[in-house]
């Protein structure tokens, strides 16, 4: 099943990551903040948001890539 799959890939990525990815990780894909929105709350320009989660992203998509 290809949802498991990402989801696995999702979850090895996630176990890597230190406090405060993780922590932007939940805001943003499980709270469903903006990256804007998490910027503001900790006072940091929006672009240093999206390369995080950019950075994160391109974690999972090599993962699933490797592994499938």
């Known amino acids: 099943n290809l949802y498991v799959k990402r989801m696995n890939s999702a979850n090895r990525v996630y176990e890597t990551l230190n406090t405060f990815d993780k922590q932007l990780y939940d805001l943003h894909f499980f709270e469903g ?6 910027a503001r709350g900790i006072n ?7 390369k995080k989660i950019n950075i994160i992203k391109s974690k999972i998509k ?3 890539d490797q592994n499938n």
Request: no cysteine; proline share 0%; glycine share 0%.
């Open 44 to 50: 940091v320009h929006h672009n240093i948001i999206n």
């Open 62 to 64: 090599l993962d699933y």
């Open 33 to 38: 903040l903006s990256q804007r929105s998490i």
